[in-house]
């Protein structure tokens, strides 16, 4: 059995700060106040029971937009792991009328005695979500394409973006653009050899990456997209607009260029496959995160550090020595620029060590029309280093399209 709950709450005019915005404490209090309406109302457990507590060991949180006194909300709850005496549980609050998300939160919950002691984690809990974990909501997907399995997030509904990402990255890169763009139905697989995608032994390409993206299109039944490109993730959208123009209604690109590599670059892919050769992708992490952020990040942003290094350790050897080929193979896409028809945008960091300003300025001045926007604060992965920012220049591109 499979359970996400979801429960109805207002927001109270106590919830909020002086500003009247729903305050930090009062929306973990809603997260709490949910899962025990669902726990009281579902499977029976007296609120309140003494015989065991149920205490918040870990909390992550993150917080997109904010909610006011007399909004509606939608909590829902998942459990996403259960072990002896913990378990985890994936919360998500977000605005009853329009479905935007205004926080999600992972709470690890030790089950305790009077006395302090860890107990079992109580039946009450197995009974109402199942003994087994639940899907966590828009969990991921495995779909074939091209006879390999690639993993995929699908969320909401609405015309739809694929979100390619960058190397050595995976689809978490854009969850908060996929938390926040509601309205839109957002597509973020993980490219072949890279997250949880199956890792073949050959068809590494920039052409083969776009073949993959319009198998994955087509299987979900869908004509035209707008493609959202980050780095890498960049080459692939003006891979896909050279060959497939009519798959692709609107080109976003975040930290990317047309260029192909020079010979130093190229140089310098070799010399990355042979470290990932000899130390694994491990041995890549602190050479790249290094040069993917933005000093400020760096300093700052402790979590977006560890994403960054999370994702870089879990990507397979094979999937990354393949993605450098691939990018050193590249053909210069110069060529094809000043025949885009389609809208579009281009991000650039303002402290990008990878892609300098002018590059990507280059890039949008070659394309007709094309938007182009800075972000101040963002390295080269701007989805992770300037969330919010990116979200609304995204977002109102997005409206101006519709
Ligand atoms: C990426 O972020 O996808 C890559 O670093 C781009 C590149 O190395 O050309």
Not at 229 to 258: E, F, H, K
Not at 312 to 340: F, S
Not at 359 to 386: K, M, S, V
Request: charged content about 25%; proline content about 5%.
């Amino acid at each position: 059995m499979t359970t996400t709950h979801s429960i109805d709450l207002l927001v109270y005019p106590d919830d909020c700060d002086s500003h009247g915005h729903l305050s930090s404490p009062s929306l973990l209090q809603l997260f709490e106040r949910a899962l025990w309406e669902a726990v009281a109302r579902g499977s029976g457990l007296r609120v309140g029971d003494s015989r065991v507590s149920l205490t918040i060991r870990k909390a992550t949180l993150d917080r997109y937009e904010s909610a006011n006194a007399g909004d509606v909300v939608t909590v829902e709850t998942a459990l996403t792991h259960i072990a002896e005496s913990t378990f985890t549980l994936q919360q998500r609050v977000r605005h009853t009328k329009n479905e935007a998300m205004i926080a999600e939160g992972d709470f690890l919950v030790a089950c305790i005695d009077q006395n302090g002691d860890a107990v079992d984690v109580p039946e009450t809990i197995t009974r109402l979500f199942g003994a087994r974990p639940s899907m966590r909501p828009g969990e991921t997907q495995t779909l074939a394409v091209r006879g390999n399995a690639v993993a995929v997030d699908i969320h909401g509904d609405g015309s739809p973006i694929l979100f390619v990402h960058g190397f050595p990255l995976d689809r978490t890169v854009w969850k908060h653009l996929i938390a926040t763009l509601n309205g839109w139905k957002r597509i973020a697989p993980d490219l072949r050899g890279m997250g949880l995608s199956e890792v073949p032994e050959d068809g590494y390409a920039i052409s083969e990456y776009a073949d993959d993206m319009i198998a994955l299109l087509d299987t979900l039944h869908l004509e035209q997209t707008v493609v959202c490109g980050l780095s890498m993730g960049g080459y692939v959208a003006l891979d896909l607009i050279r060959r497939y123009p009519d798959r692709v209604g609107a080109l976003i690109l975040i930290n990317t260029r047309s260029g192909a590599d020079d010979d130093p670059t190229r140089e310098g892919r070799e010399e990355m496959i042979s470290l990932i050769e000899r130390e694994g992708t491990e041995g890549l992490s602190d050479l790249m995160i290094g040069r993917l952020l933005g000093e400020s990040s760096l300093a700052a942003m402790p979590q977006v550090v560890d994403h960054l290094g999370t994702m870089i350790c879990r990507t397979p050897t094979a999937g990354a020595v393949g993605a450098l080929r691939a990018m050193r193979d590249r053909r210069d896409a110069a060529d094809i620029l000043g025949g885009i028809q389609v809208p579009t945008l281009v991000v650039a960091g303002m402290n990008d060590r990878l892609i300098p300003l002018r590059t990507a300025r280059t890039l949008a001045d070659q394309i007709p029309g094309a938007q182009f926007t800075q972000i101040p604060e963002a390295g080269h992965l701007t989805p992770l280093e300037q969330p919010i920012a990116l979200s609304r220049v995204v977002r109102e591109f997005l409206e101006a399209l519709s």
